[in-house]
């Protein structure tokens, strides 16, 4: 099964990502970590990539399709795998059909507000240590600005500025409607209510998965 995630950033795709590999064993493989990965690293794909990111416009179909080409070719994707970040265009959409074309697929599009975006990713932190990701909002557990888990200081992402949230924002409204319609089209496009609690939504989505898991078994299963 590939399942894919959409909603803009800070809708909460990256945590229940993590949920769906921790409960179905999925790897979440997401595009956005896999391209900081890279400017990090000060790769030649890193250097071609940074400004775009920071500015948080979209990186070019064609590389950032490479990327996650080559990730869902290794091993432990063999059972499925969960996208967090991509397709984000229908463009990119094509050419992962291209790349796996008759995997069975859910698309979950995890919908909220711009303004409940704005207020979450405003106290977004994470830890340059361990990659861990925490609200000062809601996470008590932070008290010192560090990371309880390994003690780094904790930093805000350099594309998580007010000003730049709202162009993510923009773009992804933009971008959004010929996927959106792809999907519904297939027959796999399903809605979650992104404003509940992390395990309110997470619950939404198992029943989804749930159902479509045994679907797709049932289906393989005929001769
Ligand atoms: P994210 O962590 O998913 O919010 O992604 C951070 C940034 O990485 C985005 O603002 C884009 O600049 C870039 N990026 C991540 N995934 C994609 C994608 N599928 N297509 C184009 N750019 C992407």
Redesign the pocket.
């Known amino acids: 099964m590939r399942i894919i995630l959409l909603g803009p ?1 800070g809708s909460g795709k990256g945590t229940q990502g993590e949920l769906i590999e921790r409960h179905y064993g999925f790897p979440r493989i ?4 896999l ?1 900081r990965l890279e400017v990090q690293k000060g790769s030649e794909l890193g250097k071609m990539v940074a400004e ?2 920071k500015s ?4 070019a179909d064609e590389l ?1 399709t490479r990327v996650v080409r080559d990730r869902i070719n290794a091993p432990d994707c063999r059972a499925g795998y969960v996208l967090d ?4 265009t229908l463009n ?1 959409a094509l050419l992962l059909e291209k790349i796996e074309g008759d995997r069975p697929e859910t698309v979950l599009e995890i919908q909220i507000s711009e303004e409940a975006v704005m207020e979450r990713l405003a106290g977004r932190r994470v830890c340059p240590g361990c990659a861990a990701v925490y609200n000062i909002n809601n996470d008590k557990v932070i008290t010192d600005g560090r990371c309880p888990a390994c003690g780094a200081g904790l930093v805000a992402r350099n ?1 998580d500025r007010p000003e730049v949230i709202r162009e ?1 924002f923009r773009i992804y409204r933009e971008t959004i409607g010929p996927l959106l319609e792809h999907y519904s089209r297939k027959q796999v496009l399903f809605q979650v209510d992104g404003r509940r609690a992390v395990e309110e939504v997470f619950g939404s989505i198992r029943l989804i998965l749930d159902n479509r898991i045994a679907r797709s078994q049932g289906e393989s299963r005929r001769p």
């Open positions: 950033a997401s595009t956005g970590d391209l775009v990111m948080g416009r979209l990186v950032v970040g991509y397709p984000r990119q594309d993510r």
